[in-house]
């Protein structure tokens, strides 16, 4: 026995203090819809927790993959913005099959997106469907500079409009230079991301109101790895 990688490994469960920490096989089906929303997404948070806390959980990858192969069952789908900074899996503390993941610059419902979220949840069972902004966001920043580039300047052009819902600011603090009203537009993006969703998926809409699954919006902290949740 090679005691002194058992007391680590011991010693590394208290300190994530999760069942979790050897979770190397994915959920079946019937786990799948024991869950109710409520229950993935206070898991959600707190595999954020131990990410921010670390270390994270400890994941046989290998194992993943070969029990994973033949179906899938995520607890969620989350639309996240491109950023490389937010690697979405780690930030939530899971692994291979346990969530699908959209990803575009800013974090925009589409056509394309929501089809997807539509499959993630109606068709694949998942029970939360969370719009994931960040702090510091480059196509916020980028929109309210007014910036141009090929097809991002149409992307953009989606955003803009959003820094005139932000109150708290003067004309002199709207600025692509300040952090604080960057920020407030990348949450407000987050918000309208919400309604988008509902608005333009009945299938979604329709899930949420009869319990099903549930839409939440969030955002990433940068600096301290931290996920917030927003009303």
């Known amino acids: 026995m090679n005691l ?15 069942s979790n920490v050897w979770a190397d096989s ?3 089906s019937t786990q799948q819809q024991a869950f109710t929303p409520d229950e993935v997404l206070n898991e959600l948070m707190a595999g954020n927790a131990r990410f921010v806390a670390g270390p994270a959980t400890q ?21 996240s913005c491109l950023d490389s900074r937010v690697p979405v899996e780690k930030v939530f503390d899971v692994s291979i099959g346990d969530i699908f993941v959209g990803r575009n610059a800013g974090n925009l419902s589409n056509p394309d997106q929501l089809g997807s979220m539509e499959f993630a949840t109606a ?13 510091a966001c480059g ?6 500079a007014g910036a141009e580039l090929g097809n991002l300047t149409q992307l953009l052009q989606r955003i803009q409009p959003l820094s005139l819902k932000v109150d708290g600011f003067s004309d ?11 920020n407030a537009v990348a949450d407000r993006s987050v918000l309208n991301t919400l309604e988008a969703i509902r608005r333009d998926s009945p299938v979604l809409a329709d899930l949420e109101k009869n319990g099903g699954i549930k839409i939440v919006g969030a955002g990433y902290d940068l600096e301290t790895g931290r996920v917030y949740l927003m009303d």
């Open 4 to 18: 002194p990688r058992l007391l680590k490994v011991t010693a590394l469960a208290i300190v994530v203090g999760s």
């Open 26 to 28: 994915p959920i079946s």
């Open 59 to 79: 994941k046989d990858v290998t194992a993943r993959i070969a029990k994973s192969a033949s179906g899938q069952f995520p607890k969620a789908v989350i639309l």
């Open 123 to 135: 068709v694949s069972g998942a029970k939360v469907a969370l719009v994931l902004g960040h702090t």
């Open 139 to 144: 196509a916020v920043t980028g929109a309210i």
């Open 172 to 182: 002199d603090d709207r600025i692509a230079s300040n952090g604080a009203f960057v």
